[in-house]
């Protein structure tokens, strides 16, 4: 708050932004990613080919893995959830 004349101004510090302003920068940020999904898509698709390029899996050893990690998970995680609690045993 500042005091200007005989009213008190309250304004955002130097530096901060107001809520409204940086969602309105959020959703310009979005929508210029979104813009250039192809780009992003360039990438990713860069990325993989050049880390997995001389895997005899390939491409697909993301997929294998992640199949494996949910597996897993929700086997223990059945397993867990099925457990009576302490106090019931």
Do not use: E, K, N
Not at 11 to 39: C, H, K, N, Y
Not at 66 to 88: E, N, S
């Amino acid at each position: 708050m500042t005091l200007v004349g005989s009213q008190i101004v309250t304004a955002p510090p130097p530096g901060r932004r107001q809520v409204g302003d940086q969602v309105a920068s959020a959703r310009a940020d979005l929508a210029g990613g979104l813009a250039r999904w192809r780009l992003c898509w360039l990438l990713g698709v860069g990325d993989i080919r050049q880390r997995y390029q001389r895997s005899r899996v390939g491409q697909f050893w993301i997929t294998v893995s992640m199949l494996v990690t949910i597996v897993a998970l929700g086997t223990l995680a059945t397993l867990w959830l099925r457990d009576p609690p302490l106090g019931a045993r």
